[in-house]
């Protein structure tokens, strides 16, 4: 099958890149690099071995968009782009809203245009706001708390009327729980722009030795030690549940959400310990007052994928860790200074 990747030059999307390629399909990349580097992709395609064409555009250029789907026989479509920093969207919220949900408009029209109905879109455990009771389902009410969250809610209420419109198309909704890790080679991993603002990267860029002390924040949750609990998936995991979406979005017409985590919580105090373990590297921390919005806890319930998409993740807790230390260590600073060097490119 050809697939095109929007965002596929950024942390998920590169893990998911690597999948399809040795799952035997090919892929066409649209990415406008906005929050991330060509040299992300250049791993991808040593990892694999395999060649795919680049377009760099934004995805609200719908003309650059037409000509990518009528130089290319499209048969799906996976939809990482976006913007994705809850704190920034509180500030530019109609950046927010135009990136990811004109982006999405643009894209959806583009695709129908030229016939193309089958579509996997990167939504979030977010939807799920404030009040529901864990583990989360996907029947339950949803609300956004945040610009963010909100594009998100929008994008899926957008495709699910597409879905009404014309029932051709054929989507998953893929409610990520929270990504963390990298592929095991260490050639791709997460590289955020900046001081992080999600606890994976934190503690990896305290163990390298950029950052000195974890902020915990807050201690005083109704959870087992006090601290947030979350539900990290490896992002390898994650990659092979778009395979098995796009699988499912080829065969059945249908709109369906799916929840993406591992079904089990862990608390910051718990990863940072499981860190420590497998790094060698002490985590200094101090706790702080609570971030704003967050949750006590968030984990999944995953049976609806593994029912209905045939996936379940695999990776445990401290593969998650290794293979976060094993990316963090070999590139201390991201891709910035191989890409710099110039060391990845063919
Ligand atoms: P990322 O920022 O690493 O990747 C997103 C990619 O999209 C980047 O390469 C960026 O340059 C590109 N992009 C953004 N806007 C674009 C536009 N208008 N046109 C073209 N390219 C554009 O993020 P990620 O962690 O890989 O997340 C991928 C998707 O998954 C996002 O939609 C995000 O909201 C969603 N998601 C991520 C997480 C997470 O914790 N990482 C959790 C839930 C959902
Ligand atoms: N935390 C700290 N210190 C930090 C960062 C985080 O104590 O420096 C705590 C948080 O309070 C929370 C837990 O670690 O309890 C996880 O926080 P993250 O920021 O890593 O993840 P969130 O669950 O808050 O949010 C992430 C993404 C959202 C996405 C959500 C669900 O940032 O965009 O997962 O997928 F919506």
Known sequence: MKILVTGGAGYIGT?????????????????????????????VREITGKLFEVCETDLKDGKTLGRVFSENQIDAVIHFAGLKAVGES????????????????????????????????SSSATVYGQNNQTPFRENLSLNGTNPYGRSKLMIEDILQDLHSSNPEWSIALLRYFNPVGAHRSGKIGEDPNGIPNNLM?????????????????????????GTGIRDYIHVVDLAVGHLKAI?????????EAYNLGTGSGYSVMELTQVFENVSGQKIPYKVVKRRAGDVAESYADVSKAKRELNWQAKKGIVEMCIDTWHWQSKNPNGYKCTEEAGAFKN
């Open 247 to 255: 699988e499912k979005v080829i065969l059945d017409n249908g709109i």
């Open 90 to 121: 509180v500030s530019l919220p109609l950046r927010y809203y135009q990136n990811n949900v004109a982006g999405t408009l643009t894209l959806c029209e583009v695709m129908d245009k030229f016939n193309v109905r089958n579509l996997v879109f």
């Open 15 to 43: 893990h998911t890149c690597v999948e399809l390629l040795n799952a035997g399909h090919e892929i066409v990349v649209v990415d406008n690099f906005s929050n991330s580097k060509l040299v992300a992709l250049e791993r």
């Open 201 to 225: 990267p934190y503690i990896s860029q305290v163990a390298v030795g950029k950052l000195n002390e974890l902020q915990v924040y807050g201690d005083d949750y109704e959870t087992k030690d």
